[in-house]
C-alpha cells in the first residue's frame, strides 16, 4: 500500500493557519508525497466524500468564530441534511490554532473535529489545540502533534518500517516561478491602482476610495499622533451601521521597498508574470504581470515580525556556514526561545533579518519570494462615522502606533503609519477598502437610553452610534471619554459640546494627567452610580465599553458591578449575576482590541 495524497485544508484568518498549513505541505513534498494545498473555501466541498487522506488546520477568531476563508465550509458541514456517514471513507486530523485567553478557545478546531467524527470520518489523532499563550507559542504544541500524525498516517497505509526519515533542511522548488516580461519601461503608479467603481464589500473586491482628509486630532506636542481621516464612498455598494468595521491593506514604506531591492539586487520596475509550479492557480491579485516594485510595495509582508518558517526557508538557501547554523537553529524545536529573544521581543522585522544575513541573503532567488513572505494582512478599524448623517462619507480614528524596543529604530505600525504618509491634498490619493459587519449592535427602540464607555481611540465606533440616533431623534445617550489630557487628546470635544448642548448627550470626562492624582474612566463610572443604576435598572439602558483590552475593560466591568450594590443594594454575587444576564441577553456589550 501506498500513502494517498494528502490534502491540506486551512481556514486562516491572519495568516497563522495558513503558515502552518504551508509547513505541513513541505513536510509532505519532503517525503515525497502527493499533496494539495487550498484554504476552505477555495475548496469544492462536494468532493471531500471522496477524498482519502485530509488535514484540517484551522484557527479561531471573534468569540469563537470560523476564519473568513472556511465560512463556507462550515456552514455546508453542519447541514442537518448531511447524511451521517457520509465521510467513513475519509481518514483525517484537526490541527486548531487558538489563544487559551478567550473564552471559546479553539472552538473551531473542537467543533470541527467532533462533526467530522460525527459524520463517519476516522481521526487519526486527537485534536491539536495550539496555544498562543504558551511560552513557546504555538509551535509548543504543533511540533509534537506533527511528529505524531506523520507517525500515524505512515503507520496507517505502510506500517512503521518503512518511516521516511524527517529532513527539515532539503530544499524544495518554489511554489511559483517568476516569467520576466520585456520592453516595460512604462512606470505603474503602483500602490495606486486605477480606481474601480462598485465594490467595496470583500476583499476580493474593493472599493477605491479618495482619500479626503487626514488630520491629526492631538496636540502637535502631544506624544501620541492619533489621526481623523476621511474617505469619500461615493459611487461604492459599501452600507455600515454603527459598530461596524473598515478593512484595509496597508502598503509597505518606500524606504523598505527600496532597501529590500537592493539587498536581494531586484530591479524594481521589472515586470513579471507568475506561474504555479505544481499546476494550482496564482493568487488572483497577482494574476496580471506586474512590476517587482508593485509586489513589494503592495502584496510581501517585509516589515512584520517573521515566523519560524522563514528562517527555516532561509536556511535552505545559505553557504556561509556562520549563517547557516544560527538560521537551523532558530528552524528547530529547541532554538524557539532564541529565536523569540532574537525576533519577537525587539519585534524585529523581516527585513532587518535579512540584512543580519547577507551572505545568505545574497544567494535568495526571487522565485522565493512568494514562499518567503506572506502576504500582507488587512487590518481592520471601528468605523467612527454614520452613513445617516454623512452620506457617502466613511471617517476613521487611527493611533498612529509608533514605539522603542531594545533595536536602534523605533518600530511603527504598517498600516497606522502609512494612513498617516497618505496626503489628501494631492489628486489620486486611493485606498482599497471593504466594510465587515462588526460586534456591536445597538438598540432600534427610540427611548432605550445606551451607556458607552469609549476612552481613547475607543470612542470611534460611539461617534459613529451617536451620530446615527441623533439623526434619528434617538437622544438618550451617555458617553464616558477619558483621555490624557484636556487640551492634548481630548477628540471631538466641540461635537460633544453641541450634542449636550442640545440636550442629546450627557457627557462625562476623565482626564487622567491633568491633576495630581490619575483619573480614570471607571472612576467616573462609580461616581455616577446613581444615573446609570436608574438607566440601567429602570429604563432598561444598554451598556457598552470600547478601546483597549489591557485593564479598562474589566476595571469598567467591576465599577458597573459596584454601582449594581451601592444603587441598587445587591450582594456581589447577585451584581455579578446582574452583569452575567445583560451580556448574555445583548445589554452589555464589548469591542475591545490590543
Ligand atoms: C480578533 C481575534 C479574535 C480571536 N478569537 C479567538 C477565540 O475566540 N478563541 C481562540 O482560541 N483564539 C482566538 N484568537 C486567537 C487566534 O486564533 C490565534 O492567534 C491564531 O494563531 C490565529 O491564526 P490565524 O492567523 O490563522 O487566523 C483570536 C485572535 C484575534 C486576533
Ligand atoms: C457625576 O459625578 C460627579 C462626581 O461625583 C458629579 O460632580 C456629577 O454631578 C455627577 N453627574 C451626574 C449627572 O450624576
Ligand atoms: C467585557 O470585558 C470584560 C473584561 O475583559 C469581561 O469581564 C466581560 O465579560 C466582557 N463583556 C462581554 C459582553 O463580553
Known amino acids: 500500500m501506498s500513502v494517498p495524497a494528502l490534502l491540506i485544508l486551512y481556514g486562516s484568518q491572519t495568516g497563522t493557519a495558513k503558515d502552518t498549513a504551508q509547513r505541513i505541505a513541505r513536510q509532505a513534498l519532503r517525503r515525497h508525497l502527493q499533496m494539495r494545498l487550498s484554504a476552505l473555501d477555495d475548496y469544492n466541498v462536494g468532493n471531500l466524500i471522496s477524498e482519502s487522506l485530509v488535514v484540517f488546520v484551522c484557527s479561531t477568531t471573534g468569540q469563537g468564530e470560523p476564519p473568513d476563508n472556511m465560512k463556507n465550509f462550515w456552514r455546508f458541514l453542519f447541514r442537518k441534511s448531511l447524511p451521517v456517514g457520509s465521510l467513513c471513507q475519509l481518514d483525517c486530523a484537526v490541527l486548531g490554532l487558538g489563544d487559551s485567553s478567550y473564552p471559546k478557545f479553539n472552538f473551531v478546531a473542537k467543533k470541527l473535529h467532533k462533526r467530522l467524527i460525527q459524520l463517519g470520518a476516522s481521526l ?18 504543533i511540533d509534537p502533534w506533527l511528529k505524531s500524525f506523520w507517525e500515524k498516517v505512515f503507520a496507517l497505509y505502510l506500517g512503521f518500517s518503512d518511516m521516511v526519515p524527517l529532513r527539515e533542511d532539503e530544499p524544495l522548488p518554489p511554489t511559483y516561478t517568476f516569467n520576466f516580461l520585456d520592453g516595460t519601461n512604462e512606470k505603474t503608479d503602483d500602490c495606486q491602482i486605477i480606481p474601480t467603481q462598485q465594490g467595496g464589500l470583500s476583499q476580493s473586491e474593493p472599493f477605491y476610495a479618495k482619500l479626503l482628509s487626514n488630520e491629526r486630532v492631538t496636540h502637535p506636542n502631544h506624544f501620541q499622533d492619533v489621526r481623523h481621516i476621511e474617505f469619500d464612498i461615493l459611487g461604492s455598494t459599501i452600507n455600515f451601521n454603527p459598530g461596524d468595521v473598515v478593512m484595509m491593506r496597508p502598503c509597505n514604506a518606500i524606504e523598505d521597498v527600496e532597501e529590500l531591492c537592493q539587498l536581494l539586487r531586484l530591479d524594481p520596475e521589472a515586470k513579471f508574470s507568475l506561474k504555479a ?13 506586474w512590476t517587482l516594485h508593485y509586489l513589494v510595495e503592495s502584496y510581501l509582508d517585509i516589515a512584520a515580525v517573521p515566523r519560524r518558517s522563514f528562517f527555516e526557508l532561509l536556511s535552505t538557501f545559505s553557504n556561509d556556514k556562520l549563517e547557516r547554523e544560527k538560521l537551523v537553529e532558530f528552524s528547530s524545536a529547541e532554538g524557539q526561545e532564541e529565536l523569540h529573544i532574537y525576533c519577537n521581543r525587539p519585534r524585529r522585522t523581516a527585513l532587518e533579518v535579512l540584512a543580519d544575513f547577507p551572505h545568505t541573503t545574497a544567494k535568495l532567488k526571487v522565485d522565493y519570494l512568494l514562499d518567503l513572505f506572506p502576504e500582507i494582512q488587512p487590518r481592520s478599524f471601528s468605523i467612527a462615522s454614520s452613513l445617516r448623517a454623512l452620506s457617502n462619507r466613511l471617517q476613521i480614528l487611527v ?41 456591536l449592535r445597538f438598540p432600534t427602540e427610540p427611548n432605550t437610553p445606551v451607556i458607552m464607555v469609549g476612552p481613547g481611540t475607543g470612542v470611534a465606533p460611539f461617534r459613529s452610534a451617536l451620530q446615527e440616533r441623533t439623526a434619528e431623534g434617538k437622544n438618550a445617550n451617555v458617553l464616558f471619554f477619558g483621555c490624557r489630557s484636556e487640551s492634548k487628546d481630548f477628540y471631538f470635544r466641540c461635537e460633544w459640546k453641541e450634542m449636550t448642548k442640545a440636550g442629546k448627550l450627557i457627557l462625562f470626562t476623565a482626564f487622567s494627567r491633568d491633576q495630581e492624582e490619575k483619573v480614570y474612566v471607571q472612576q467616573r463610572v462609580r461616581e455616577n452610580a446613581t444615573l446609570i443604576w436608574d438607566l440601567i435598572a429602570n429604563k432598561g439602558a444598554y451598556f457598552y465599553i470600547a478601546g483597549n483590552a489591557k485593564d479598562m475593560p474589566s476595571g469598567v466591568c467591576d465599577a458597573l458591578k459596584l454601582v449594581f450594590q451601592k444603587e441598587g443594594g445587591l450582594s456581589p454575587e447577585d451584581a455579578e449575576k446582574m452583569l452575567a444576564a445583560m451580556e448574555s441577553s445583548g445589554k452589555s456589550q464589548n469591542e475591545t482590541w490590543s
Do not use: I, M
Not at 496555544?131 to 513557546?136: A, E, G, T
Not at 489620486?428 to 477598502?433: E, G, K, M, R, T
Open 399 to 439: 493611533a498612529v502606533v509608533k514605539y522603542k524596543t531594545k533595536l536602534f529604530k523605533p518600530r511603527r505600525g504598517l498600516c497606522s503609519t502609512w494612513l498617516a504618509s497618505l496626503d489628501p491634498t494631492k489628486e489620486d490619493v486611493y485606498v482599497p477598502l471593504w466594510v465587515k459587519k462588526g460586534t
Open 277 to 289: 509550479t505544481d499546476g494550482s492557480t496564482v493568487p488572483a491579485r497577482l494574476q496580471q504581470p
Open 124 to 141: 487519526l489523532l486527537p485534536v491539536g489545540l495550539a496555544d498562543d499563550q504558551h511560552d513557546l507559542g504555538p509551535d509548543a504544541v
